[in-house]
């Protein structure tokens, strides 16, 4: 059996949490196919760059594969991704930093809101409410699907149904955003809810 590892986001993690991806284990190392990118941790979701580490038969594979089915990423991305890997990685923490106090500050909202709950993820930039006692209130809402799109329209404001991760019940904020954006829309989620009630 081979595995498949996504360590896309390996440094961006918080309360002494430490990063490890499975390719660590020497048993597991020569099946093993790690997969990141400069897409989370440095910014760079534009950029269209990600990589590959694994067994050389498995990279020789993918490489005969992606030659005759697309193209390579630009020059300028291939390059402004060197520079992002080798350059300095102090902004790294920072941006870490700065991600955990809105995660804070997000959990902590939501969990003040009748009806939805939310646990303190220790990584990423996401957080996952669980709003299944909201769900079968008024307005028809029988799935998280239901909760997102009238959430949506009454709202404005834009998140994703769990059930879209395998979390039926459940939706997705990123909080990849400013504090501003995220008191709006968490005050609106907050005035949503209510008038389940």
């Not at 909080?175 to 009630?197: P, Q, V, W």
Request: contains cysteine; aromatic residues 12%; proline residues 2%.
């Amino acid at each position: 059996m081979f595995i498949l590892s996504d360590d896309i986001y390996e440094h961006i993690t918080y309360d002494n949490f430490e990063f490890f991806t499975i390719a660590q284990i020497k048993e597991l190392k020569d099946r093993t196919l790690t997969m990141n990118g400069v897409s989370k941790s440095y910014a760079m979701t534009g950029w269209r760059i990600g990589y590959g580490a694994g067994p050389k038969d498995i990279i020789k594979a993918m490489a005969k594969l992606q030659s005759q089915s697309t193209t390579n990423p630009s020059s300028i991305s291939q390059a402004a991704a060197v520079e992002a890997l080798n350059g300095t990685q102090n902004f790294i923490k920072t941006r870490a930093e700065a991600f955990k106090e809105r995660r804070d500050f997000v959990v902590k909202y939501l969990n003040n809101i009748k009806g939805l709950s939310c646990v303190n993820p220790n990584g990423a930039f996401y957080v996952f409410p669980n709003c299944q006692k909201l769900l079968g209130k008024k307005k028809k809402l029988k799935t998280d699907k239901d909760f997102v799109e009238k959430l949506l329209e009454e709202a404005l404001v834009a998140v994703v149904q769990g059930s879209a991760f395998g979390l039926d019940g459940y939706f997705r904020i990123s909080y990849a955003t400013s504090m501003d954006n995220l008191k709006k829309a968490l005050e609106r989620i907050k005035s949503f809810c209510e008038g389940l009630s």
